[in-house]
């Protein structure tokens, strides 16, 4: 099992910024990809961006140029620096993770409760 913590969500007002952290314990192996994905009132859940245990990102279309995924120092935490944000990002923001065998499959699936980002217009 993989235990993920989640801190840094909040109000803040459209074009402000704000810093999502996401701390991975248990077993996590080093071969991991970990991300955020988020769900707005009534609608689906959706990828915004992932990291791999390589440092390589990827993000959702609607994301690219505000936000900023990384692994800053600690290989198993992740941060989101999320700038200029927009009303239509509201949602509950989750962090996601994921082992990954060798040829980089992932092995299981594990997600944190979520924490809450609403952006006022």
């Known amino acids: 099992q993989v235990q993920l913590v989640e801190s840094g969500g909040g109000v803040v007002q459209s074009g402000g910024s704000l810093t999502l952290s996401c701390s991975a314990s248990?077993?996590?192996?080093?071969?991991?990809?970990m991300g955020w994905y988020r769900q707005a009132d009534g609608k689906q859940r959706e990828l915004v961006a992932t990291?791999?245990?390589?440092?390589?990102?990827t993000y959702a279309d609607s994301v690219k140029g505000r936000f900023t995924i990384s692994r800053p120092g600690t290989e198993d935490t992740i941060q989101l620096q999320m700038n200029s944000l927009k009303p239509e990002d509201t949602a509950v923001y989750y962090c996601?993770?994921?082992?990954?065998?060798?040829?980089?499959?992932?092995?299981?699936?594990?997600w944190g409760y979520g924490t809450r980002v609403t952006v006022s217009s």
């Open positions: 996601n993770a994921k082992n990954r065998d060798p040829w980089n499959k992932p092995l299981d699936d594990f």
């Open positions: 990291i791999t245990s390589y440092k390589y990102p």
């Open positions: 248990g077993n996590i192996r080093n071969n991991n990809i």
